[in-house]
Nanobody, 124 residues
Framework: QVRLVESGGGLVQAGGSLRLSCAAR????????MGWFRQAPGKEREFVAG????????YYADAVKGRFTISRDDAKNTVYLQMNSLKPEDTAVYYC?????????????????WGQGTQVTVSS
């Protein structure tokens, strides 16, 4: 069993930056592919970024490519999402997820464990 806890959300102006963290309070992430998803009001949950285990290959949604960076520190049991050049359309609840596989999926139903989410609000 893996318990994930996100932190780092908040209110930021457009063009600003935030770094989200996802810490595993139980279990270990070293054998897991990790992903970040987001869900805006009235919209479906969508893939934002993912990072594989072992090779740490990264994957991004087109909407965030070049602005967001996902990374992992298995020694600290933590995954990060660095978000730069934030836009109002990035406003959403951001969720960390873990998948019992090597390569992270872009499909939320494939993930085995989820955090509770952290709110990111970008003002214009």
């Amino acid at each position: 069993q893996v318990r994930l806890v996100e932190s780092g959300g908040g209110l930021v102006q457009a063009g600003g930056s935030l770094r989200l963290s996802c810490a595993a309070r139980a279990g270990t992430i070293s054998m897991l592919a990790m992903g970040w998803f987001r869900q805006a009001p009235g919209k479906e949950r969508e893939f934002v970024a993912g990072i594989s285990r072992i090779t740490m290959t990264t994957y991004y949604a087109d909407a965030v490519k070049g602005r967001f960076t996902i990374s992992r520190d298995d020694a600290k049991n933590t995954v990060y999402l660095q978000m730069n050049s934030l836009k109002p359309e990035d406003t959403a609840v951001y969720y960390c997820a873990a998948d019992l596989t090597v390569i992270p999926s872009t499909v939320s139903a494939q993930y085995d464990y989820w955090g509770q989410g952290t709110q990111v609000t970008v003002s214009s």
